[in-house]
């Protein structure tokens, strides 16, 4: 039997070609803002990492850790993809509800969710090797935990007959306690961020107001359920608010989709923090 030997050391950039690479990524998330404001401003608070220790790049909810070498081997619309990716796995909370589930199962069944999510609105291309598949979603019943629930469990070298993961979306720090807090807190950041997409595009606003309700009313029932932890009920729920602030972008991209336009619409609309990586 052969081995391959894999080495865990992975060469350390220079600090211009790392800076370089931030700029790359840096430019996916303002064409991110122009094009796509309603995940933009999610992608604007949540800081990025240099991280030679992940393959590709992952989250945990609270920032974006990336490999430079991976960043570096995609093109623009593949780094949009991606940032936009990082962004969704929060928004659904997927950082928080694993449950002790199989990792790497869980992860697939994310990446089928999210992907099929922005291939739909053609934000940005996929990676190459991404997992796309509409019968595996529909079987799912879309959500998370339905395509975790008929994907196979990975045997002991990780094999189930799905590819990798394009990242790795890491369980949330701290106590549970913190954690269903963080989830509370992007559970309200996913409503907030689809009302102002809906108020931008003048669209769908009773359409929001309902799903923003659905949404404290979930808070409000998981106060009742706290010990069960979280569950996939949230996946239906803030996967509604998130298709409602992806069709009201989508809206107003119709309306007009001028650069200029773009750019007048985004500052006024959206007041948000820069944190990091704005090119010098
Ligand atoms: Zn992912």
């Known amino acids: 039997m052969t081995s391959v030997m894999m080495t865990d050391v992975v060469e350390h950039l220079p600090p211009a070609e790392e800076k370089r690479i931030e700029r790359l990524l840096a430019k996916a998330r303002t064409a991110?803002?122009?094009?796509?404001?309603?995940?933009?401003?999610?992608?604007?608070?949540?800081?990025?990492?240099?991280?030679?220790?992940?393959?590709?790049?992952?989250?945990?909810?609270?920032?974006?850790?990336?490999?430079?070498?991976?960043?570096?081997?995609?093109?623009?619309?593949e780094r949009k993809f991606l940032v936009a990716h990082?962004?969704?796995?929060?928004?659904?909370?997927?950082?928080?509800?694993?449950?002790?589930?199989?990792?790497?199962?869980?992860?697939?069944?994310?990446?089928?969710?999210?992907?099929?999510?922005?291939?739909?609105?053609?934000?940005?291309?996929?990676?190459?090797?991404?997992?796309?598949?509409?019968?595996?979603?529909?079987?799912?019943?879309?959500?998370?935990?339905?395509?975790?629930?008929?994907?196979?469990?990975?045997?002991?070298?990780?094999n189930n007959g799905h590819g990798d993961p394009l990242d790795d979306c890491q369980d949330g720090d701290g106590s549970p306690a913190e954690q269903a807090q963080e989830a509370a807190e992007w559970k309200v950041r996913v409503a907030q961020a689809a009302q102002a997409a809906s108020a931008r595009g003048g669209v769908?606003?009773?359409?929001?107001?309902?799903r923003v309700e659905a949404i404290r009313n979930q808070l409000l029932q998981q106060q009742y359920d706290y010990g069960l932890k979280l569950s996939g009920i949230g996946d239906q729920i803030t996967l509604g608010a998130i298709r409602t602030g992806l069709e009201a972008d989508r809206y107003v991209n119709q309306l007009s989709n001028t650069y200029f336009t773009n750019v007048a619409r985004t500052l006024a609309g959206s007041p948000t923090v820069i944190q990091y990586g704005v090119p010098a």
């Open 32 to 77: 991110l803002v122009l094009e796509h404001p309603f995940i933009g401003n999610v992608a604007l608070n949540l800081p990025y990492i240099v991280d030679y220790g992940v393959k590709t790049a992952a989250t945990n909810g609270k920032n974006i850790r990336y490999n430079p070498h991976f960043v570096d081997s995609l093109n623009d619309e």
């Open 86 to 158: 990082e962004c969704l796995h929060p928004m659904l909370e997927h950082t928080y509800r694993r449950n002790g589930r199989n990792h790497k199962r869980w992860n697939q069944a994310a990446d089928y969710v999210i992907n099929k999510l922005l291939d739909d609105e053609k934000i940005g291309k996929m990676p190459q090797g991404g997992l796309l598949d509409n019968n595996i979603h529909q079987a799912g019943g879309g959500t998370t935990d339905g395509i975790y629930n008929i994907l196979p469990e990975p045997d002991d070298d990780g």
């Open 204 to 210: 769908g606003a009773q359409q929001t107001a309902a």
